[in-house]
């Protein structure tokens, strides 16, 4: 690249770092790289690291810069003081005329291409130590939006020189230990796009909470980016599994979650504002900023743009709402979790409970407790107290300096991709956002615990919990012939432990999704006008919102909860079993109780299969069937299995396969295998007949053991006597195994007895299981167990 003033996108690439910075030459390399694959980027042009020295020179800047940072650094000005001069330096310095005269021409240019003699710009600074992989320089530097002629494009270039010595800056550079002489800065003159019309947001090609790889991560909301890049908005939140997304018919969106959006940046109408922030209104709250299409077009560039830069990218999108058309307009390499080991990785868990406060979206997945420090404002950042957990309505990169000394950081507002999660993740400190009520929750210097190790919820507890964390090292599991799979029930699990050497899910449990996701009975759904208790009937309006069926409430967000769990284990199997909620606890289920009759002993009533060709809950089970069939078709999860629970006789399995064919789930048709529990002595007695109706057996030795010995398994009183290694229970669980391969299917088991007991696992082994599924906690341990069980085995 040539050494001038001005250059446009077209001539730049990732090689010109050190003349544009690293934000403008990644803007170049996809404009002149990515185009050709279908990725659009507005065009534009950058000033060089060579104006801004020449600016110096032209102004005399230098000596003064110097002699202001030497005071800084002796003590006798404060970081305050210091960015105040330094900014007024450039603020009253003026372009070279040449230089001048480059930027008005390029712009001139520009607007010809535009069709407008004053196009209106973004115009972004661009350090030329920014946007690196090991640094981000979040938000360190100023962009200004809908900026238009000449006179103005000028002042905002002058105030993105001014803004590389914002006091944030100042500290993150001295806290990265790059030196403030060394860092030029390039400005970026980009082409606006009438997202205030449409939307705009973040996306991540890497989870970037767990690490996991599989997905694209994106943020949307109305208006102008930077809402959602500040965090004063909560937006919507989308997941897209990347391995799917070139399968034809598939439409692989595995996470949809409505963010409240109550605020959008726009144009301003005139005077000397650019741009102002106005109340969405209650259409645009409950409506997704992106359609399907859209979604699935942004994780395709996800993939695009990640395979050409070679590692997890960190990307800014918007969408303009004149044309409908998506653009790219930053990429940038993600810098937390593509460092992160894959192979090392910390566990945290709670020991203690105590009273929930507030809870909002987790980030990160550690634990921390201390006393909250309410701060609302950022000109009392100097209060903060070294250690305490922050707690404020949203950071932006003024709170930089104090998020560096915080046990853990708590917003009102703000998304996972918001700057305070994306700096408490570069700082790794815990935090929860966008729990709206923080501030006027938690009480400054009141003990509390953060807790980011629940999944994608991050909850604020009262009081100083106790906790552990456990450092796991993937390198020391032995490989073993049995296949050791998981239990998966929450959705936000499965990515937390992605990294586990698994070969699949052995039992994914329908029940967690529909009790602490759908929330409500199916059959309420499907007829609401039995719903009799007034309080129910509003829930359920409510969380049913935005859903012209409300039967589509339950459908989409099982099929979505199930693709979440599924995703981080495919291709492996995924067996997902069908509901089996007890009568007591169906009704407990918002609605539930206009359809539940109440029973002496529930868990030998009306539970498991017995449900699902019954009047009382057909029309219930057809929603779960529905569901799966978009996990496997639609989405493309093709490895979902599916388990029939609690199956008596096999006249009911009969009855329950047809039921399933009835919804489109026909055993054998486009690969589907169903599965059984087997769980019941019935199962194991006539296991020869059961084996010819499905493809595979899992035992669940909890209800197994319960019915050979004659157990109550929540019985307190009767506790000793409900083991899993009782002879009895020992000699079902051999027959079955051995009548299961006699008739040529697969039988694995589901429960904590390999790794609680060496014995038992010994005996899986010996008897020649094909597969142990464990809580993910237990994993390691268990594997080291079979481990040692197979080689004991292989000396006889």
């Not at 021409?105 to 920014?130: I, M």
């Not at 908005?233 to 963010?259: H, M, N, Q, S």
């Not at 084996?691 to 506790?719: H, K």
Request: aromatic residues 8%; proline residues 4%; glycine residues 8%.
């Amino acid at each position: 690249m040539r050494e001038s003033t001005v250059v446009w996108f077209d001539e730049i690439g990732l090689a010109d770092i050190a003349a544009v910075g690293g934000k403008n030459a990644s803007l170049g390399e996809m404009v002149r790289t990515l185009a050709a694959e279908g990725v659009r980027v507005p065009d534009g042009f950058a000033t060089t690291a060579n104006a801004y020295r020449e600016f110096i020179a032209e102004n005399g800047i230098e000596i003064p810069l110097r002699r202001e940072l030497d005071r800084y650094h002796s003590g006798d000005a404060t970081l305050r003081e210091t960015g105040q001069a330094l900014r007024e330096l450039f603020l009253s310095g003026e372009f070279a005329p040449d230089a001048a005269h480059g930027i008005r021409q390029a712009y001139r240019r520009l607007g010809k291409t535009t069709g407008s003699a004053n196009p209106a710009v973004a115009v972004r600074s661009s350090a030329t130590a920014e946007d690196l992989p090991d640094a981000s320089f979040a938000g360190q530097q100023e962009t200004f939006l809908n900026v238009t002629g000449e006179r103005d494009l000028l002042d905002a270039c002058r105030r993105c020189y001014a803004s590389l010595f914002t006091d944030r800056a100042i500290s993150y550079r001295e806290m990265k230990n790059f030196d403030h002489l060394d860092v030029a800065l390039s400005i970026g003159v980009q082409r606006m796009i009438r997202s205030d019309l449409g939307g705009s947001g973040v996306m991540f090609s890497i989870d970037t909470d767990s690490g996991f790889p599989g997905v694209a991560v994106i943020s949307a909301a109305w208006g102008l980016g930077e809402t959602v890049v500040q965090g004063v908005v909560d937006p919507d939140k989308y997941l897209v599994f990347k391995a799917l997304l070139e399968r034809p018919g598939c439409t692989p969106i595995i996470e949809k979650t409505l963010g409240a959006k109550e605020r959008k940046m726009v144009y301003a109408a005139g005077g000397s504002a650019r741009t102002r922030t106005i109340d969405t209104n209650e259409r645009e709250r409950q409506a997704f900023v992106l359609s399907d299409t859209d979604i699935v077009q942004l994780g395709r560039w996800a993939v695009i743009v990640e395979k050409h830069y070679g590692r997890p990218m960190d990307m800014e999108w918007a969408k303009d709402g004149q044309t409908q058309e998506l653009f790219m307009v930053q990429a940038r390499p993600e810098t937390v979790q593509s460092r992160a080991s894959a192979t090392r990785f910390a566990v945290s868990h709670l020991i203690e409970s105590g009273p929930l406060l507030v809870s909002g979206i987790a980030i990160g997945d550690k634990i921390a407790a201390g006393r909250a420090c309410v701060i609302r404002d950022s000109a009392d950042i100097e209060n903060f107290v070294d250690g305490a957990i922050l707690v404020t309505e949203m950071t932006d990169p003024d709170w930089v300096p104090i998020m560096a000394r915080a046990a853990g950081i708590v917003t009102d507002h703000g998304g996972p991709t918001s700057h305070a999660a994306i700096v408490s993740r570069e700082l790794g400190v815990p935090a929860v956002v966008g729990t709206r009520r923080a501030t006027e929750t938690l009480t400054d210097g009141e003990v509390i615990t953060l807790s980011c190790a629940e999944g994608d919820e991050g909850y604020v507890y009262a009081g100083g919990l106790a906790f552990v964390t456990e450092d796991v090292d993937l390198g020391t599991v032995p490989t073993t012939h049995t296949r050791v799979m998981v239990n998966i029930a929450s959705p936000a699990a499965a990515f937390e432990w992605w990294r586990l050497p698994a070969a699949g899910v052995g039992l994914a449990r329908m029940e967690f999704i529909i009790n602490n996701l759908i929330k409500i009975h199916p059959m309420a759904l499907v007829h609401p006008e039995r719903v009799s208790d007034a309080a129910a009937r509003r829930e359920i309006a409510r969380l049913t919102r935005g859903y012209d069926d409300p039967q589509e409430y339950f459908v989409q967000t099982l099929a979505l909860g199930i693709a979440k769990l599924t995703a981080p284990y495919h291709p492996n199997p995924v067996i997902v079993g069908l509901s089996d909620f007890k009568t007591n606890e169906y009704a407990h289920l918002i609605g539930g109780a206009d359809f539940e009759h109440a029973e002496e002993n529930p868990m030998l009533g009306f539970r498991g299969a017995s449900r699902y060709y019954d009047d009382r809950y057909r029309e219930g089970f057809a929603l779960e069937c529905r569901a799966i069939k978009q996990v496997r078709e639609r989405i493309g999860f093709d490895n979902v299995k599916v388990m029939v629970p609690f199956c008596r006789t096999t006249g009911e399995a009969d009855r329950v396969l047809a039921a399933m064919a009835e919804n489109g789930l026909v055993r054998g048709e486009d690969g589907l295998q169903v599965y059984m529990m087997c769980e019941i002595p019935a199962n194991v007695i006539l296991a020869d007949k059961f084996a010819t109706r499905f493809d595979g057996f899992s035992i669940g030795s909890n209800d197994l053991t319960q019915l050979v010995l004659g157990v109550d398994r929540d019985a307190e009183d009767l506790a000793t006597l409900f083991d899993e290694r009782d002879e009895a229970v020992l000699s079902m669980i051999s027959e079955a195994i051995r009548k299961a391969h006699a008739a040529g299917i697969t039988i694995g088991i589901c429960g904590q007895g390999p790794s609680n007991h060496p014995d038992f696992a010994a005996f899986l082994v010996q008897e020649g299981i094909d597969s142990i599924s464990l809580n993910p906690d237990s994993f390691l341990r268990a594997v080291s167990r079979i481990a040692e069980a197979e080689a004991q085995l292989d000396t006889l």
